[in-house]
């Protein structure tokens, strides 16, 4: 069976195509750092030949999928968001449909049906919405935020060298994690669903994000919290991004995360704070000083 691949050019998408290999099919990897309106609809086309399924994963809320920063923070424009990713949407799922694909998985984020309609999760909710009606066999699988997503965060709520986060809860997952189940999804059977992944512990964002600043050389910002602050252009209630009681909860854990990383030392015998569950203890003169706190 051929499994075809489309990321943005970032790990999870050669990850998932490792471990579609390691389950015996043949993956092509096409990788679009611009969107999938930088391939020409002919490339896409031949992409396809003889492809039984194709896994999607262009369409996270990213730094490079037209949320922008500059020196006071978050910059998106969300009309053209939208329409950027109904317009991709739907050749990719015309051209499937043409080639006789017989199975679409989509990665998305855990949340998106409760977020309200705005931000890049505006986009997700419209996107979720074509393929469960394009009438290909599907598979949505949401994930909570990857570990390796808490920098691209940080800088989305940048404003004056100051990361403003909401005081939401989470449980990231490691990108390994989700790679593999976006991998046995795609060579099983079509959920013609969703199913959504998680990490086995549950932070606040705010410490989530401080922890991986913390391990950054040189990091000079200071996290806070603020309840009017959004998450990727969204307004965010506490638990609007926590899975619900039928999630996969994966097993690796933050702090084994942090230890096999390469070229990254332990997180054993550091200040306390700087793992993500130590941050309701805060070490003296943190960022935390003064700020709210669940």
């Known amino acids: 069976m051929k499994v075809v691949v489309f990321d943005d050019g970032g790990l999870i998408g ?19 750092p611009g969107g999938l309106d930088s391939l020409a609809r002919e490339e896409i086309a031949e992409s396809l030949r003889n492809c039984s399924v194709v896994i999607d994963l262009t369409r996270q809320p990213s730094l490079n999928t037209g949320i922008a920063t500059d020196d006071h923070g978050l910059v998106m424009d969300e009309e053209s ?3 950027s990713w109904r ?23 855990v ?10 999760f505006r986009a997700l909710q419209a996107h979720e919405t074509m393929i469960q009606r394009s009438g290909i066999s599907y598979s949505i699988v949401r994930s909570t935020q990857m570990f390796e997503s808490a920098e691209d965060i940080a800088t989305a709520g940048t404003e004056d060298w100051i990361v403003w986060v909401p005081p939401v809860e989470v449980r990231p997952v490691s990108l390994t994690d989700v790679a593999i189940l976006l991998a046995h999804t795609a060579v099983s059977r079509p959920l013609i669903g969703v199913r959504e992944i ?3 512990e549950k932070f606040r964002l705010d410490a ?13 910002r200071h996290v806070f919290t603020d309840v009017r602050s959004p998450f990727f252009g969204a307004r965010l209630r506490p638990t609007d991004l926590l899975p619900g ?23 054993e015998g550091r200040g306390s ?17 003064g700020c709210s706190r669940e």
Do not use: K, N
């Not at 317009?87 to 984020?109: D, I, K, M, N, Y």
């Not at 949340?111 to 890049?120: F, I, K, L, M």
């Not at 569950?277 to 935390?288: I, K, Q």
């Open 81 to 83: 968001l939208v329409a």
């Open 245 to 267: 009681a039928g999630a996969f909860i994966a097993q690796t854990s933050y702090r084994a995360w942090c230890t096999s990383r390469p070229g990254r030392e332990s997180t």
């Open 198 to 200: 998680a990490g086995p």
């Open 14 to 32: 050669a990850e998932t195509a490792l471990w579609v290999r390691d389950h015996g099919h043949e993956v092509d990897l096409i990788s679009a």
């Open 87 to 109: 317009r991709s949407t739907s050749a990719l799922l015309q051209a499937e449909t043409a080639a006789g694909v017989g199975h679409h998985v989509s990665l998305s984020v």
């Open 273 to 289: 704070g700087e793992h993500p569950d130590g941050a309701y203890r805060p070490r003296h003169g943190s960022s935390d000083d």
């Open 208 to 220: 989530f994000v401080r922890a991986a600043l913390t391990a950054v050389h040189a990091e000079h």
């Open 111 to 120: 949340g998106v049906d409760r977020v309200r309609s705005e931000g890049a």
